[in-house]
């Protein structure tokens, strides 16, 4: 006969969402040397992250390879995540979910949202311009020259960048704002969907798609603009760049500082946090109710 007191099956998306909420408990009690070092290691991993995708897709001539060159860039970009989920850091668009879930259930007071919220800001943008400024300008590999050929750019990894930095500081705020929002929807949902991996496989698979959907989409994300826009400037102001721009063989820099602070980063940063929040967090917190205190 059967037990009838045996207990039914625990909620498997409820689980999920004990995860997240103990993610942001985690979050909200490191040491600030925990907090100071992990969020460093996050930008720096995103930013290595879009300097991998900025080699491979960004030196793809759009005449010859199309939208492929596109793909090829979103494809290797989530190389920042996987790193990010898997040795573990503390990314700030990651925290817009884990943080609010773990408010939403009590376990964390306002105070230290926003403290977490404000610390890994900061260090994402660390290191992310460590990135930009020593492993991309510094080490000289974005000034890299292809051998000559019809339609083919002299630097095409410094006016990629350049090109990519100048779209998007052109955007509106109403335009970064959503696509900041549609972005950490779905690098929140990669995260999301990691916790329901069992082995490193399935956690990069499950990291690997939705990250390559929002670039492959074009929208815009915080810590990546941290290190795209700042690699541009580094690079469109050099004077190996400023001299194919000169002689006509380069696209010149329209993006600078006060664009990148005043244009994208606040619309994206406000974004990325309405969409890992909102769309993820409160929504999933309304669905399945209270977790348990664990």
């Known amino acids: 006969m059967p037990d009838n007191k045996t207990a039914a099956p625990s909620n498997p998306y409820k689980a999920l969402l004990e995860t997240c909420v103990t993610g942001g408990v985690s979050r909200a009690n490191q040491s600030f ?7 460093f290691l996050a930008g720096a991993y995103i930013a290595l992250g879009g300097f991998l995708a900025v080699r491979c897709g960004l030196g793809l001539s759009w005449d010859q390879w199309g ?8 494809a290797v970009f989530p190389l920042g995540l996987i790193l990010t989920v898997i040795c573990g850091a503390d990314l700030f668009t990651g925290n817009a979910m884990t943080l609010t879930s773990a408010r939403i259930n009590n376990r964390v007071d306002w105070i230290a949202v926003l ?11 660390i290191g992310a311009l460590f990135v930009a400024y020593f492993l991309v300008w510094a080490t000289g590999i974005i000034f890299e020259k292809v051998p000559a050929a019809a339609g083919a750019a002299a630097m095409p990894w410094a006016e990629g960048l350049v090109k990519l930095a100048n779209g998007k500081t052109s955007l509106s705020f109403g335009e970064a704002f959503w696509r900041g929002v549609g ?14 991996a069992k082995d490193i496989a399935g956690k990069i698979l499950a990291l690997w798609f939705p990250t390559m959907a929002f ?7 915080c810590i990546a603009n941290m290190f795209f826009i700042p690699a541009a400037i580094f690079a469109g102001t050099d004077p190996r760049y400023v001299e194919l721009v000169n002689s006509g063989a380069a696209v010149p820099l329209t993006a600078d500082w006060s664009k ?5 980063l606040p619309a994206v940063t ?11 967090a409160v929504i999933y917190c309304v669905i399945h109710g209270k977790v348990r205190n664990s």
Do not use: P
Request: proline share 0%; with cysteine.
């Open 115 to 125: 403290r977490s919220w404000t610390f890994a800001w900061i260090g994402n943008f």
């Open 33 to 39: 040397l925990q907090t100071l070092l992990m969020t």
């Open 183 to 196: 972005c950490n929807w779905l690098v929140c949902l990669a995260v999301y969907l990691s916790y329901a």
């Open 270 to 280: 406000l974004g990325n946090i309405v969409g890992g929040a909102v769309l993820v």
């Open 67 to 74: 939208s492929m060159g596109k793909f090829v860039f979103a």
């Open 260 to 264: 990148f602070f005043i244009d994208n």
């Open 215 to 221: 670039v492959a989409m074009g929208m815009e994300h």
